[in-house]
T-cell receptor, first 112, second 114 residues
Framework: SAVISQKPSRDICQRGTSLTIQCQVD?????MFWYRQQPGQSLTLIAT?????????ESGFVIDKFPISRPNLTFSTLTVSNMSPEDSSIYLC?????????FGQGTRLTVV | GQQLNQSPQSMFIQEGEDVSMNCTSS?????WLWYKQDPGEGPVLLIA?????ELTSNGRLTAQFGITRKDSFLNISASIPSDVGIYFC??????????????FGKGTKLSVKP
């Protein structure tokens, strides 16, 4: 399976600031996916990032709040903008292979 | 939106016990996936099921894709302390399709009996 690396693994941020999370995959993939996992909750898809086109956002998520870049087939970034304590979550990068979806180790974000 | 009902929400295990958890849905899925998430880590894929009625094992883990395509269960036999964690089911409507079709259950938290 693909090896997915996320940076940073965790961060504590001040409200009103922005954080950019990086996701690197060890193989070329067409689509990369960003999920949010709020404390004690399941995973919710934020958006799908395709190389060469704008990301597709799920209901309840908007580009201004979660801008995404996908400059090539092995890399993507998710920015959490103008953060508030409600944005405190684990953010996960994912890719899909034939056998199923695989995840990075996640970025644990705490907004104070 | 579409939801998966995963149960139980939490359970305590004693070493050596067998463990069972399941997911049900009102909708049909073409793929069922089972994940385990340890603290501070992302979910790790345990078992993937692609056909109704399919029974698949991965070591002490066994999972089945329900005949109706609306449910799946995961069994862990002879549990050990490292089985502790959160287990998620996920259903996918289209095999090999966009993860916009991937729906996650709310998770089953396995803890060790005090």
């Amino acid at each position: 399976s693909a090896v997915i690396s996320q940076k940073p693994s965790r961060d504590i941020c001040q409200r009103g600031t922005s954080l950019t999370i990086q996701c690197q995959v060890d193989s070329q993939v067409t689509m990369m996916f960003w999920y949010r996992q709020q404390p004690g909750q399941s995973l919710t898809l934020i958006a799908t990032a395709n190389q060469g086109s704008e990301a597709t956002y799920e209901s309840g998520f908007v580009i201004d709040k979660f801008p995404i870049s996908r400059p090539n087939l092995t890399f993507s970034t998710l920015t959490v903008s103008n953060m508030s304590p409600e944005d405190s979550s684990i953010y996960l990068c994912s890719v899909e292979e034939e056998v199923g979806a695989f995840f990075g180790q996640g970025t644990r974000l705490t907004v104070v | 939106g579409q939801q998966l009902n995963q149960s139980p929400q939490s359970m305590f295990i004693q070493e050596g016990e067998d463990v069972s958890m399941n997911c049900t849905s009102s909708s049909i899925f073409n793929t069922w996936l089972w994940y385990k998430q340890d603290p501070g880590e992302g979910p790790v894929l345990l078992i993937a099921l692609y056909k109704a009625g399919e029974l698949t094992s991965n070591g002490r883990l066994t999972a089945q894709f329900g005949i109706t395509r609306k449910d799946s269960f995961l069994n862990i036999s002879a549990s050990i302390p490292s089985d502790v964690g959160i287990y998620f089911c996920a259903g996918q409507r289209e095999y090999g399709g966009s993860q916009g079709n991937l729906i996650f259950g709310k998770g089953t938290k396995l803890s060790v009996k005090p």
